[in-house]
């Protein structure tokens, strides 16, 4: 019988994560203190976050010890199977061979846990009592609730206000594990209060609902932030992922020619792909693909520029491929993936031709979410459909070329909380969202002054 999944006993859960800092083929550029314009210390950082994860958001270290209680928590769902599709391949008739790297099996059901758990336990050697976080789809917001209840500390979390409508489970998630959720914008913060002022119909967005957890951390006692994706330790800790991934496909007798996964702010495409990132910068011919969505085009159409993590502008400038701070996407279902930047990493690593983007339009990842739930079973989250879509358009390539290129999708997440997106799909509600130019250069005009990187590259709108 053909072998289905490669299991890994807990005997091989990678026991460090892989720091991509120390291989990256150009030094990456500072982020800047958006007072002086000088580049930020680690004193600059600390009201926000722990002393212990500031120095490793820097560490030029190669390998980082995971610490045995981490990995405690970590056995709870790692680690994760790996999965060949063969029915999406019978299906797609490709000669290519899928495999998925499952992270759907953390019991909030995506890979955030990797990082939630890392960043609870950092704050809490740290003597933090309290974090705070915004979420998108709520996917990030659960996990960090999870986290934070296992290392017994309080969680608040602000929620995009149109994901928190369109996912009230997630926020019941959240609660069942303790946290607390209010929809963003909220009354309950400075930054709230004045994007209500402006417009009280917002649906809110990720940009706005950091300004709020900022904002209360930086204003609360033994309070910390704790942010889901973008920065240099997130991706670092979800690369248990990627380590996982390469000791599996050896398993298999296979090394992946493409890597795919969806981006939002990064970390899970990160997480699978920089481990074999650093294969490729030593010499490995692999494509690695980040795929966001055609109505949040941060990677395909936005520049390289320095921009603000946040709306309200409370975050240090940093280095990345942006919309603007002021850009707020479309009300797509793939709420995690509604961010107007990218994990400077992943932004750098795009400038130096080590990986690539592409954006889907909703509908088509939808329709690749449901051959996927009808061949392999899984349902995945709207944000994991944008990577699912693009491995049915590497696939139909292969068959076209004739070419047993071997896929490795990075599955981030079920969508059995997300059935309200699914439903509006199949009773035909929902649509693209097309991106006028004006859009853009009006959100990039409020981007125009700030200092530039050395490498910056204009938008290609
Ligand atoms: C299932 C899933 N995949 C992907 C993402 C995108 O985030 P990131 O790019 O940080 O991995 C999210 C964010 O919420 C998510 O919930």
Not at 249 to 278: E, H, L, T
Not at 352 to 381: C, H, K, N
Request: with cysteine; charged share 20%; net charge neutral.
């Amino acid at each position: 019988m053909e072998v289905k999944k490669i299991f890994l006993p807990e005997s091989e859960l990678p026991r460090q994560w892989y720091n991509i800092l120390a291989d990256m083929p150009t030094p990456m550029e500072p982020p800047l203190h958006p007072g002086t314009g000088k580049p930020v210390g680690p004193e600059d950082l600390a009201p926000i976050f722990p002393m212990n994860l500031i120095e490793q958001e820097v560490s030029p270290q190669r390998f980082i010890d995971i610490p045995e209680d981490i990995l405690k928590v970590y056995t709870i769902w790692r680690p994760t199977p790996m999965y060949r599709a063969y029915n999406l391949e019978k299906y797609l008739k490709t000669p290519a061979k899928i495999y998925f790297k499952n992270e759907g099996v953390s019991p909030a059901g995506s890979h955030k846990p990797n990082t939630a758990v890392a960043q609870a336990y950092f704050n809490k050697v740290a003597g933090t009592k309290k974090i705070t976080t915004e979420t998108g789809a709520g996917q990030w917001g659960s996990a960090l609730s999870m986290a934070c209840a296992f290392f017994g500390l309080e969680c608040k979390v602000y929620m995009v206000k149109i994901s928190f409508n369109q996912k009230p489970y997630r926020r019941l998630m959240m609660e069942t594990w303790g946290a607390n959720c209010v929809a963003s914008p909220s009354t309950e913060t400075k930054a709230g209060r004045s994007i209500l002022a402006q417009n009280p119909d917002s649906p809110g967005s990720l940009g706005i609902a950091i300004s709020e957890a900022v904002e209360a951390a930086v204003s609360g006692e033994n309070t910390k932030y704790s942010l889901g994706s973008v920065l240099n330790h997130v991706m670092l800790h979800q690369t248990v992922n990627g380590l996982e991934c390469q000791k599996q496909m050896a398993i298999a007798g296979d090394y992946p020619d493409v890597i795919i996964g969806c981006a939002g702010g990064g970390s899970n495409f990160a997480g699978c792909s920089f481990p074999f990132a650093r294969d490729k910068i030593n010499g490995k011919d692999i494509d690695i693909i980040a795929v966001e969505p055609a109505s949040c085009p941060t990677m395909t159409r936005g520049p390289f520029a320095y921009d603000f993590g946040d709306t309200v502008q409370m975050t240090p400038l940093i280095p990345m491929h942006t919309l603007g701070h002021s850009f707020v996407p479309a009300p797509i279902h793939a709420g995690g993936l509604r961010y107007h930047g990218m994990a400077p990493t992943v932004s750098q690593l795009i400038l130096d031709g080590v990986i690539r983007a592409e954006a889907i339009p909703q509908l088509e990842t939808f329709q690749a979410g449901i051959t996927f739930a009808r061949t392999e079973g899984f349902i995945s989250a709207p944000e994991t459909n944008h990577a699912v879509a693009m491995v049915i358009r590497e696939a139909a390539k292969a068959r076209e070329e004739g070419k047993e290129k071997v896929i490795l999708l990075n599955w981030s997440g079920h969508g059995l909380v997300d059935m309200a997106a699914y439903e509006a799909y199949l009773r035909g509600k929902l649509s693209d969202h097309a991106l006028p130019e004006e859009e853009i250069s009006r959100a990039l005009n409020d981007i125009a002054n700030l200092p530039k990187p050395k490498q910056y590259r204009a938008a290609k709108i």
